[in-house]
């Protein structure tokens, strides 16, 4: 696609329920990106995917936290037993190539998933 | 793990003057630094970036200053525009990893009419 997908853009959930979040990335990048931002903070790393390679999940808060990447494109974080403290706009990025020695555009990011748990 | 810091966490500064943000890393062997810009409730989106074998960039109204003896880069912009109001955030190589990026904490600026 002409840009990374992120779905749904809003999602309310009760507390303890599961989620999943959805992101399609652009057509071609090899690696996927997905963060946290709660409310007026930085961007809080969560998991890396490059290609077939295992991914990077030294970022996930708590063994609620998992992600795969199906085919190489389209990922899904899943989030179980949500809690308040998981309210946050998780945004996905993909880039051209994992690491970033050879793309000099870096990361292009979806527009996020605002969670609110209640 | 790398550890980008970033100053000042606000900036205000009337229309047509020049804002200075300013990053700190911890990893020497970081070699790209970009910057993200972030419109209230929108997306990051990549500003300028550079890399360790220069010491500065320009894109137009937007320059970034890297200085890899003192593990600093800073954002520059200048004749301000109420437009550029939004946050920036800096970022890093996360140490060990030549793949994700270690963000700093943003910088509120408000570009006053």
């Known amino acids: 696609g002409a840009g990374v997908s992120q779905s749904p853009s809003n999602k309310v959930t009760e507390k303890g329920k599961d989620v999943e979040l959805r992101c399609d990335p652009i057509s071609g990048h090899t690696a996927l990106y997905w963060y946290r931002q709660s409310l007026g903070q930085g961007l809080e790393f969560l998991i890396y995917?490059?290609?077939?390679?295992?991914?990077?999940k030294s970022g996930l808060p708590s063994d609620r936290f998992s992600a795969e990447r199906t085919g190489g494109s389209v990922s899904t974080l899943t989030i179980q037993r949500t809690q308040q403290e998981d309210s946050a706009v998780y945004l996905c990025?993909?880039?051209?190539?994992?690491?970033?020695?050879?793309?000099?555009?870096?990361?292009?990011f979806g527009s996020g998933t605002r969670l609110t748990v209640v | 793990g790398e550890n980008v810091e970033q100053h000042p966490s606000t900036l205000s500064v009337q229309e047509g003057d020049s804002a200075v943000i300013k990053c700190t890393y911890s990893?020497?062997?970081?070699?790209?630094f970009p910057w993200y810009k972030q419109e209230l409730g929108k997306r990051p989106q990549l500003i300028i970036d550079?890399?360790?074998?220069?010491g500065e960039k320009k894109d137009q109204r937007i320059a970034v200053t890297l200085n890899k003896t003192a593990k600093h880069f800073s954002l520059h912009i200048t004749e301000t525009q109420p437009e550029d109001s939004a946050v920036y955030f800096c970022?890093?190589?996360?140490?060990?990893?030549?793949?994700?990026?270690?963000f700093g904490s943003g910088t509120q600026l408000t570009v006053l009419p």
């Open positions: 550079i890399r360790s074998n220069v």
């Open positions: 970022a890093a190589p996360a140490s060990g990893s030549a793949r994700q990026l270690t």
């Open positions: 990025a993909s880039s051209l190539v994992g690491g970033l020695q050879g793309d000099s555009r870096g990361y292009t």
């Open positions: 990893d020497s062997a970081s070699n790209y």
């Open positions: 995917f490059q290609g077939n390679s295992a991914p990077d």
